[in-house]
């Protein structure tokens, strides 16, 4: 097998992985935020282990470390509001709504940049509303509240993966997720009492997992944040931004796939929930078409993909 074909198996194994995470989100009873919680401390505390991190944490100024600390705030958040929608709707839902992060990074990434937003942004934006449209007709109206929790939690991906765009190059990639991890479960250590409050469903109160969530939690940790890591690491050295930005962009119909085959949610939704998701991938898929560079290195944002299952994660920055 030749390297870029070898690469390009490792990238769809990544995301892959990635769709699990929804379906594992799905299988633990525990409540969205200790879900969260849990796995952003796994992963930032196996990651303290390492020397590597200690001496990266140690070089970085301060303000670097706080800027990356609010990213973290804003990961921790996104993965909240996802797997709110996880547990309020259903793992294809969530998914579902994880492809319009794409939508909103065309329409927030040009404001942080400070250019103007182009056509073909504006066309994608307006593309997927008759596909909105559609998942929110096509769902148990109790559903609906997880389509608006999910639709947030694009945004805040959105955001975060806007923000680590212009800090990507100032440190280590694996310190990068550290920081950000470990910030992310000290903010949600502190906002617990506050969504008890406000959304109890989502927090519920503090408890060791049981073995069944444990396991689950590891497999979440382990198998769907770091191992795809370092897969992706290994392959964005042999493949093109744009074979990539391709791949990444079909986690959610990975993930709908495997919520049908594993929990047969297709006995929830209805054909209009799945035309409408047939339409946002079509525009979602048609992003990277519209806006690809006669010659892009493949840059794919590390960070981004311990963090999340962050879309529009390419670099470099898109031109008219």
Same mark, same amino acid.
């Given at each position: 097998m030749t390297p870029t074909a070898k690469a390009h198996w490792q990238i769809h194994a990544c995301v892959l992985l990635w769709g699990f995470t929804a379906i594992l989100g799905k299988l633990i009873a525990l409540p969205a935020l200790p879900l969260v919680w849990w796995r952003m401390l796994l992963v930032a505390a196996t990651l303290l282990l390492l020397p590597r991190i200690r001496r990266g944490l140690r070089a970085l100024p301060p303000r670097l470390l706080g800027a990356y600390a609010g990213i973290g705030v804003l990961v921790a958040l996104h993965w909240l509001t996802f797997y709110g929608a996880v547990k309020l709707a259903n793992a294809s839902v969530a998914a579902t709504c994880m492809a319009l992060a794409t939508v909103f990074v065309a329409l927030i990434e040009p404001r942080l940049s400070r250019r103007r937003i182009s056509w073909r942004e504006l066309a994608l934006g307006v593309a997927v509303l008759p596909g909105v449209a559609l998942v929110v007709g096509? +769902? @148990?109206?109790?559903?609906?509240?997880g389509i608006a929790v999910g639709a947030l939690s694009a945004l805040f991906v959105a955001l975060f993966g806007a923000l680590n765009k212009r800090l990507v190059e100032r440190a280590d990639p694996l310190t990068v997720t550290a920081i950000e991890?470990?910030?992310?479960?000290?903010? /949600?250590?502190? #906002?617990?009492?506050? +969504?008890? +409050?406000? +959304?109890?469903?989502?927090? $519920? $109160?503090?408890? /060791? @997992?049981?073995?069944?969530?444990?396991?689950?939690?590891? #497999?979440?940790?382990? $198998?769907?944040?770091?191992?795809?890591?370092? /897969?992706?690491?290994?392959?964005l050295r042999h493949m093109s931004a744009f074979s990539a930005q391709l791949a990444v962009n079909l986690e959610p119909v990975y993930a709908i796939a495997l919520a049908i085959l594993l929990l047969g949610e297709q006995r929830e939704l209805t054909p209009a929930f799945y035309a409408g998701v047939a339409i946002i991938m079509a525009a979602v898929l048609a992003h990277p078409l519209l806006s690809r560079r006669r010659a892009a290195p493949a840059q794919l944002h590390a960070e981004n993909l311990a963090t999340g299952e962050a879309r529009d994660l390419i670099e470099p920055r898109r031109r008219d």
């Open positions: 096509g +769902v @148990p109206a109790q559903m609906r509240i991890l470990g910030a992310g479960a000290g903010a /949600l250590t502190l #906002l617990w009492p506050l +969504v008890a +409050v406000l +959304v109890p469903s989502l927090a $519920g $109160g503090f408890a /060791l @997992p049981g073995a069944r969530d444990a396991g689950y939690l590891l #497999l979440l940790a382990f $198998g769907c944040t770091l191992l795809p890591f370092a /897969l992706s690491l290994a392959a």
